[in-house]
């Protein structure tokens, strides 16, 4: 077995390898007996299931009559037809499509029409091969966390641990400001995206024109160890930037889920970005994060994340998300596709990484291989094979089946922005109709008292520039309305277009 030595009193050279193998033999880290991030909560329509991913495997989650959210396996135990193809019923049952059997919210089988009589119905939903396949869920910070192990033995193991959760929004403070969660599902694999927000060497040239310029902003720094690297505990990195001495930032990783990147300003203020990634199944991850602003002592806010940390609308804050995750998309969908056509197994010796922003990226790198298996553990049901990468960028860069169709409050608004849209439109129309009969009826006067020897053509009245005016108004605000709805299904990106 090679080694990777880069950075030896950083990174895990060939002593702490041989430790990081025994750690990982003692004490394992099983994908399985994790708690998972999987939704924002207020987000959720509660009417209707949802389907999910996690591990690769299918889940379902929807909310019971007692107000709380459950998970299944997306698979009814009569013919394994999905339950998120179901309904939510009145009652707070959840009705499989199919032929009608219904689940509460333990996964009890409370309904099966079929049977001969109520007896009979009610023998065969006592037994155990009709009960829905149920996982341990909680509601924490506003975001619904799911347990990936089903039966007694995982609930037992879930209780025994807390989410990554964010100590700075246990304890309610008056300095302490959340912004929005904002959720997107995308197209390159868990891995790749804790690699990306590992990496803040990318942020100015990647988000050039949002967090900073690619020309003047690219320029050297350190990363020196902030929390020595542990199986279950994950690591930290500083940053040490010479030209921003006012300012100190911190990466740390808590797995599987969990970046938390910290800046401290020399006033006492601090924004954290809270980066949640959850695998959902090869070369896909969903993605939940938030912005939170530490006010000082004096109560002054902190700067945040570019225009982003300006107040908005929620739904407003989800779309215009799209300008910054798609500026680094590309390249990590296709980095982990042109490795995985590579068919190699090491991605440390696939790479040059000389420099020492790069730290951290190798440190994770080398927890993923020595501690947590090489990879993400997949469940047994899942093609572990990764897609094809696709150059339809229509399709890459989709963001309907990425976020809008999750999220309550985006198909809301896009909802009012058609019924906005029509308005528009008609308004236009009427107006412009209204302009034509105020010149024709101007033009009829003026034949009637004119003899027929005078010109026929008068100038229109005021009142039909002003309709005509309000008619164009009308028509433009309809067409940048119909060009804003389509950032709620693609936002194309490139970055040779991005001066």
Known sequence: MTT??????????????????????????????????????????????????????????????????????????????????????????????????????????????????????????????????????????????????????????????????????????????????????????????????????????????????????????????????????????????????SASASHDFQPPCLMKISTTFANGGQLILVLYATPTQPGWCRHIGCQILVKNEAGKTPPGLGFFALPMPQWFGHILASLFLHQDLVFLHYQERTLGQRGRDRWLNEVYTPNPQDKMIITFRQWLEYRAGGSVAWDESCDPTLPPAEYDKDKLFDVWSTHTQHCHYCQTALKRIDRLTAIAIVVAIGLLVAGLMVDARAMAVHVALESSEASLWVAPPLAFWGLMGGAGVMAIAAVLLRKFRQLFYVYRFEHADND
């Open 4 to 245: 990777d030595t880069r950075f030896a009193s950083d990174v895990e050279s060939t002593s702490p390898i041989d430790q990081a193998t025994t750690e990982a033999a003692n004490d394992p880290f099983q994908w399985t007996q994790q708690w998972y991030p999987v939704a924002v909560v207020e987000t959720l329509d509660p009417s209707r299931p949802h389907a999910l991913k996690v591990l690769g495997k299918a889940m379902v989650i929807w909310r019971d009559a007692q107000q709380q959210w459950q998970c299944f396996e997306d698979a009814c135990p009569h013919r394994l037809a999905p339950l998120s193809e179901g309904r939510v019923e009145a009652d707070g049952t959840l009705l499989c499509a199919y032929h009608a059997w219904r689940f509460d919210g333990s996964g009890r089988c409370i309904g099966m029409p079929q049977s001969k009589d109520k007896a009979v119905e009610a023998t065969n939903c006592s037994r155990p091969q009709a009960c829905a396949i149920a996982y341990p869920t909680q509601e924490r910070q506003g975001l619904l966390w799911v347990w990936p192990e089903s039966g007694e033995q995982g609930l037992s193991n879930s209780q025994g641990r807390s989410p990554r959760l964010i100590p700075e929004l246990e304890t309610p403070s008056e300095r302490v400001v959340k912004l929005f969660w904002n959720q997107r599902d995308l197209p390159y694999g868990w891995d790749y995206f804790m690699e990306n927000v590992a990496d803040p060497a990318h942020v100015p040239v990647a988000h050039h024109g949002i967090m900073g310029s690619r020309y003047t902003d690219a320029s050297y720094y350190d990363m020196p160890r902030l929390r020595e690297v542990s199986t279950q505990e994950g690591f930290a990195f500083g940053v040490t930037t010479p030209s921003s001495p």
